[in-house]
């Protein structure tokens, strides 16, 4: 199992730029997030999806959007880059709900947006 | 909301001393408590959980018992290693809430030899 894989490993964007962040597990676990870490922070839940067309806003979506099409990909699209973009993004996703349930973190993507 | 607190850092410690990590909590519900460490260079993974009061988590000689009377999930080991070297987060997962993590801002931990 390659668990969950996240690229790229690191981009830098233009202000105005999109780009897209992609992430993919194998553990085929229904429940899939997108956070992000700035530093001296814990992370921030950006958008979240319990299963395959079904997403919802965390506490920060703004600027962003995602999709899922598959039980496997949840891609995370950013439209018009700014510098307040500039983070570290991790992808996690977990088998089901619970409250109990581990997450799984992929090795995250550093975006630098200038 | 549900928010995690924990102690301001960076901690550094000698190799073989005793380390404790605090971590308070506010939660709406009954959540279940994680310890995530992340070192250098890689996303987080699990350290250790607990579901219900009194319960003890443990792994790789770290330990951290859920308090639901003073809020608190305090990370403690008694011997660090120079590998121990990391982030730690304090975090919980409201039962209800689709297993959002909430996560404290996370500490800094350095292991000198």
């Known amino acids: 199992n390659a668990g969950v894989t996240q690229t790229p490993k690191f981009r830098i964007l233009k202000i105005g730029q999109s780009m897209t962040l992609q992430c993919a597990q194998d553990m085929n676990h229904n429940y899939m997030y997108w956070y992000r870490q700035d530093p001296g922070m814990g992370l921030k839940l950006i958008y979240y999806s319990v299963g395959a067309g079904i997403t919802d806003k965390g506490e920060v979506p703004n600027g962003y959007n995602v999709s899922r099409s598959t039980t496997e990909d949840f891609p995370l699209r950013l439209e018009l880059a700014a510098p307040s973009q500039t983070s570290v993004y991790f992808c996690?996703?977990?088998f089901g709900q619970g409250g109990e349930e581990t997450q799984y973190f992929g090795p995250g993507t550093r975006l630098l947006v200038l | 909301g549900d928010s995690v607190t924990q102690m301001e850092g960076p901690v550094t410690l000698s190799e073989e001393a005793f380390l404790t990590i605090n971590c308070t909590y506010t939660?709406?519900?009954?959540?279940?408590l994680f310890w995530y460490v992340q070192y250098p260079g890689e996303g987080l993974q699990l350290l250790l959980k607990?579901?219900?009061?009194?319960d003890k988590g443990s792994n790789k000689g770290f330990e951290a018992t859920y308090r639901k009377e003073t809020t608190s999930f305090h990370l403690e080991k008694g011997s660090v290693q120079v590998s121990d070297s990391a982030v730690y987060f304090c975090a919980l997962s409201d039962l209800g809430a689709n297993s959002k993590l909430t996560f404290g801002k996370g500490i800094t931990l350095s292991v000198r030899p």
């Open positions: 996690a996703s977990s």
């Open positions: 607990a579901t219900k009061a009194d």
């Open positions: 939660a709406t519900g009954y959540p279940s």
